[in-house]
């Protein structure tokens, strides 16, 4: 039995990547605690959000000792415990009856967290899945670095301030798209300091920390969604100027980006003229 805690976004990605060529045998338990912790909920009570993720730790810990002692005899077991929570249990049964043993802790799992947050799989006929899966945990755990810097009252009040001392305008991008995100920015750096981010996670930590003077935000992101992103955003810092963009105009997503407080909406692709013309509306760039 193996607990992988440092690094363990990593250390999986690199199992699965070294099992690909012989999956064979190898099942997989998920254990999702992480969707106990509800976006709109978090950013609602910044004062409580260190508490809420030590209290989903202590329960995922809890979980990783409880199944730790029910695997101990299982030299092959590992088991993760991610960033976001999260807990993974990959077992190689090499006989029935430790198949069968298998299948009864994740029974047990199952009725202790219930069916919503339990998962298994075999990867030799679901290993794609699984590196799926992988490139979640690094999302996931880039959202709880962003939740963990939302809860940094003392770095969120002094953006305000950050912003009017400063001497430079600064604009943020945050777009996944290389080509519109390189494209923005040429129009922009000639006069503007310009910050690139390509998730939603990263977007809320890089403007907490360069407390930027406007921000062109994706509707369409991996992770938390444009909308999500606007949302956090704009309770970081009720001010933030923010225009969306996006190749689409859904009513739907203009109506939520207006409820949320979007400054603007620039339909992509868009001209050099109509990105100058948004930025010059910003109350903080100066002239």
Not at 34 to 49: M, N, V
Request: hydrophobic share 40%.
């Amino acid at each position: 039995m193996k607990i992988i805690q440092e690094s363990p976004e990593h250390h999986f990605l690199t199992f699965l990547d070294k099992t690909k060529s012989d999956p064979a045998g190898w099942l997989g338990f998920h254990f999702g605690l992480s969707k106990k912790l509800l976006h709109t909920d978090i950013i609602t009570e910044p004062d409580h959000i260190k508490g809420k993720l030590h209290k989903l730790h202590s329960e995922s810990t809890a979980l990783i000792n409880e199944l730790s002692e029910k695997t101990k005899d299982d030299s092959a077991a590992m088991l993760y415990q991610f960033l976001d929570s999260d807990i993974i249990l990959l077992l190689r049964p090499g006989s029935d009856t430790k198949r069968e043993a298998a299948q009864i802790i994740y029974k047990e799992m199952e009725k202790k967290l219930g069916k919503k947050l339990c998962a298994q799989s075999n990867l030799s006929k679901d290993l794609y899945s699984y590196q799926k899966l992988a490139d979640e945990r690094f999302l996931s755990a880039s959202r709880v670095k962003a939740y963990e810097t939302i809860a940094d009252s003392n770095r969120v009040e002094s953006i305000p301030l950050r912003r009017e001392r400063r001497d430079d305008s600064v604009i943020m991008i945050v777009e996944d798209d290389r080509f519109t995100a390189s494209y923005a920015a040429n129009i922009l750096n000639k006069d503007y300091d310009v910050v690139l981010a390509k998730t939603g996670e990263e977007a809320i930590i890089s403007y907490i920390e360069h407390a930027p003077d406007m921000v062109f935000l994706d509707i369409h992101l991996p992770g938390l969604n444009g909308i999500n992103t606007l949302r956090a955003l704009r309770k970081v810092d009720p001010k933030a100027f923010i225009f969306i963009l996006s190749v689409d105009t859904v009513k739907q997503n203009i109506v939520a980006a207006n409820t949320e407080g979007a400054a603007g909406f620039l339909k992509k692709p868009f001209g050099k003229e109509r990105m100058l013309a948004a930025v010059s509306k910003s109350p903080f760039i100066k002239k």
